[in-house]
């Protein structure tokens, strides 16, 4: 079993639908939880980080943890084409260590 | 810009070479990481720096090489490199205070090929 385990895609939605990106980790002590963009050529872009269960909402971005489900998930409202790319969440496992999924490519049409 | 940056950006070397990747941020952190990626694999860590001391080698052959002279810069030497160690290599950086680590910021990458 992978440590991160995301949906490689492609997802796609129309523009400006919601697009929902879901990341599971194995890893109960998992202590933060990490979105980051990454356009194609580019390096990652980090999005949102959250560490309690819930909801966090920044602007268009909400990330959503479940601790007991060992599930975080990206919602991005009111998708833009330039939100196509492709999106790592990842787990920090210990003190520095963080554990990237391999990416869920989103493609968002005008 | 996140305030890390890398150079070269684009790197063509052949497998006896021996070459420098060099690694900047100007954000005033304390930890500075070494990552990996590759065409459909997820990033990897290959080292971590901590306080200008190195705190995680992730089993990273020994043709790879790091060096963190100061919190700010990190380079990595490569020497004897194999063609599977074509990649996109990335620096990132973030602030550790007391037992907790912050968010990593990335720099923009090197683009090595290897010949």
């Known amino acids: 079993q992978k440590e991160v385990e995301q949906n490689s895609g492609p997802l796609s939605v129309p523009e400006g639908a919601i697009a929902s990106l879901n990341c599971t980790y194995s890893?109960?002590?998992?202590?933060?939880f990490f979105w980051y963009r990454q356009y194609s050529g580019k390096s990652p872009e980090l999005i949102m980080f959250?560490?309690?269960?819930g909801d966090k909402e920044d602007g268009r971005f909400t990330a959503q943890l479940n601790k007991a489900s060992q599930y975080v998930s990206l919602l991005i409202r009111d998708s833009q084409p330039s939100d196509s790319a492709t999106y790592l969440c990842?787990?920090?496992?210990?003190?520095?260590?963080?554990?990237f999924g391999t990416g869920t490519r989103l493609l968002v049409s005008p | 810009e996140t305030g890390v940056t890398q150079t070269p950006r684009h790197l063509v070397m052949g497998m006896t070479n021996k070459k420098s990747l060099k690694c900047e941020q100007h954000?005033?952190?304390?930890?500075m990481y070494w990552y990996k990626q590759s065409a459909k694999k997820p990033l990897e860590l290959m080292f971590v720096?901590?306080?200008?001391?190195?705190?995680e080698n992730n089993s990273v052959p020994s043709r790879f090489s790091p060096e963190c002279p100061n919190s700010s810069h990190l380079f990595l030497h490569l020497h004897t490199l194999q063609p599977e160690d074509s990649a996109l290599y990335l620096c990132?950086?973030?602030?550790?205070?007391?037992?907790?680590?912050?968010?990593?910021?990335f720099g923009p990458g090197t683009r090595l090929t290897v010949t």
């Open positions: 954000l005033g952190h304390n930890a």
């Open positions: 959250i560490y309690s269960n």
């Open positions: 990842a787990v920090r496992r210990g003190f520095q260590k963080l554990v």
């Open positions: 720096y901590s306080l200008e001391e190195r705190v």
């Open positions: 890893d109960r002590g998992s202590q933060s």
């Open positions: 990132a950086s973030s602030q550790e205070v007391g037992d907790r680590s912050y968010e990593q910021y």
